[in-house]
Each structure stands twice: as structure tokens, then as C-alpha cells.
């Protein structure tokens, strides 16, 4: 099938549903103007491509299964077995890998003068290429941080070591959960870097993943020597998210000679990972020290005011605002993340834009209960939660709380972490003091991977259902 084969199944498709749920009422209706924001770009045998506002749109859109409604009805329709929807997200910045220049309209116009372009390094020590991994976006400028705070503390450090790098604290870790700027800060040490020193200074951000691939690949073609060249010869390494890293014995034992080789060189090294070193297993002993030899920041989530002061800015930056009530109620919803905290103002922004209605704080409210909900209070206690989940895995209080490493303690104590956080209104600091003194990134990352495992399987969740059912009801 060539292309445009499919656009009127499409459309047939898109106006079907869309009476389904005009039928429903009006907020239905309104619903599937919201939630099914997708036009028909382009087809190809079997998968059309259609363009979509932003990313959390389309993660919106995936998450509540309006995406595979689509799919089923053009299944319907088409006959066909199988067809796969493919987004064009219309927000998302594209780094060319080569800027075209303009030759100028008349031989009098000046040529503009040439901007200063960002390398990495090849596999080989010679060869120059345009560094599209840095993210421009990401500076000192417009990381938000407030008084007194963990990102703060770590963004002036941060830019301490972006103006001397490889002269003052080496290595930086930065840790934490999900979405909480340590890319950003990552970054942005290697933007100013950059902008400081242009391209005298090899300075390479990776994620642990890509460093992963590209070392086991060196093994497989027999190039590790180019490999060893590119990343032992470099000024600055940035490495995210080095828990990846974690029980892959070849790719420590070469990160460890990487370090030693840059350490020795004073080259600057950042690192990011998701939670404490001590936290992480099978990491070679050595290494961890290596990588904490440094400083270790600990960033935290941002408290009201930060919030509020994040949302301002990115308000200005989009060149939209909000009344005072709607960035509170945006703040007040959302106390986990930057990353939730903007796919929260997203929402907001896409109501406005899309039904082109001003937003008051009740329709705030009304767009933000479904995704960030207020959790439970009452006579619901961590005691209670944690000898329900005790007794349900065979396990004491005491293993929930302990430093046991076994699976057979660790997931009942994941499972209490994020049923305590869903029930009561203790920070991510208060649970981890009260399960044994751990760090609040550790209960950040446990209360991810259950909600992961919540989401792909639904005999867990309904495991998980039970429990919540029996805290609740739950009489000494």
C-alpha cells in the first residue's frame, strides 16, 4: 500500500468514535476532542503517522487506550490484521546535525559570523563530529532552584565545577528519583564547559545504556582500542544513570580504567543515578568508591514555592499565563517531580488551547483529580500497613525494616512503600526514616518499579487491590 491508502479508512475511523461518544452526552464528547488529539499524516502498508501536540499528549492518549481504540476501529473497518500508529510530536525540538547556511541575498550583506559548534569524539582521537547529545536547552540559566534547598546546593556546586572544571570537586554524583533536574544540571555543566572553552575541551555526555552498546559493539568489531581512546582521552565525561550499570561486570571493569585514566588526566567526570550508591547491587566494590569519591548531591523534590516558581518560568518561556489560583492549585496537586509537574501545566495549557476557555482554578482541579489525586487520610497508620503486608508475605516488621537484600524481603517491603504512599501523607523522607533509615531516592525508586509492575501485570495490581482492601479495614 502506498501512501495516503489509508487516510479515508482514517477518517471514517476518527468520525465513528467520535459519534460513539457524542452519543454518551457532552462531556463525553469534550472528552474525545481532549484525549483523541491525533491527525492523519501519512500511511505505509500498515502504519500511519499522525501528528500530535507534545509527548504527554501522546503518552496521555497511550495510557488511556484511546490510542488502541483507534487501532481496533480501523482493524474493524480496514480488515486488516494488524496496523500500528507511529507519532510526529509537533513541539519536540529537532537537532539537525548540520545547520544549512544562507548565502546572502547581495554580495554588500556581512556573512553572519559562524557559531560555535559542540563536538564529541569518535572512536578515534582525530576525528571531530558535531555533538547532538548535549541538549541546549538544559543551562544554568533556566534551572529553577529555591532558597535553602538540596537543588540549590547542587546547582551551585554544579556551576562551581562547570567554571574550574577537573580543578575542584571531581567526580560530582547527582541522585535522586525520576524527574527531579539531574540531566538538566548533568548538562548543563557540559554547556557552560562548552561555551567556556568551545571545542579545546572533548567533552562527551552518554547514557549508561548507549556506553554499555557502544563498549560491548568495540568488542564484537574488535575496535576497543578506539574505544579506549575516545573515552580515556576525554576533558569532561558525562555519564546518566550509571544504576544501568549495575550486575554488567565487563562494562565496570572498563568504567573503572575510564575513571583512573581521566582522574589521573584531572579530567571533570559528572555522574547520575537514580539512587544512593550503597543502594544499588553488584557494582564492584572498587568502583563505587571511585564514583563516590567526589561529591554526592542529593536532589529532592521541589518544595511549593520552587514549584510555583517553576511553573512561572515555563509559563514565560511558552509565552502563556495562568492566574495566580491556577499555578496554586497546579502546585498544591503536584509534589513528586519537575517532570509531573510539567506534564501537569501541559494539561492545563492543552484544555486552554484546544476549547480556547480561560482556566479557572475549578477547572483545574476538575483536569488535575484524575492524575494527581490527593491520597488517603485517616486512621490508616505505616504500623498498620507494614504488619498487613508483614503477615500477607510470612515476613516480621522487623525483615521490612531491615537492610536484607533477598527478594523475599525486598519486593513486600517495595509493595508497603507504595501502598504507605498512596494511603498517607508521609514524604518520601518521612517512610524512609520509618523503613529503617533509608534514603528518600530509595523510596522514590521502589514505589516506581511497583507502579511499573501495576501497569503490565494485572494479577499483581489486584494483589495489590487486596492489600489495600484488608489496610483499610484492618482491626488489631
Sequence with gaps: MSDNNLKEVWLFAMDQLKNEYKLQGEEKEKEFTLWFNMNY?????????VSVPNQFMWNSMKSKGNVDKVIEKIKEISGLPHIEIIPEIKNEKIFSEKSEEKEPENLSEKPKKEKKQKYDYEQSDSKEIKNNTLNENFTFDNFITGE???????????????????????PILLYGGVGLGKTHLMQAIGNRIYEKYGTSKKICYIQAESFLNEFTNSLLTKTADKFKNKYRKLDVLLIDDIQFLQGKEGIQQELFYVFEALHKNKAQMVFTCDRPLKEIEKMEERLVSRLGSGM??????????TRKAIIYKKLENEGKTLSDDVVDVISKSVETNIRDLEAALNKIINYSDIFETEITAEIAQQQLQDLYSSPAVGNISIKNIMEVVAKNYQISIADLK???????????????LYIAKELTEYTFSDLGNEFGGRDHSSIMHACDKVKEQIKTDPIFNQKINILIKEIKEYKK
Aim: aromatic fraction near 8%.
Design 402 to 416: 531491615s537492610k536484607k537484600r533477598d527478594k523475599k524481603f525486598v519486593h513486600p517491603r517495595h509493595i508497603a
Design 296 to 305: 554526592s548531591l542529593d536532589l529532592q523534590p521541589p518544595n511549593f514555592e
Design 41 to 49: 499524516i501519512e500511511d505505509n502498508i500498515d502504519t500511519i503517522k
Design 148 to 170: 535553602g534547598s538540596s537543588s540549590n546546593f547542587a546547582y551551585k556546586v554544579a556551576l562551581a565545577v562547570a567554571e574550574n572544571p577537573g580543578t575542584k570537586t571531581n
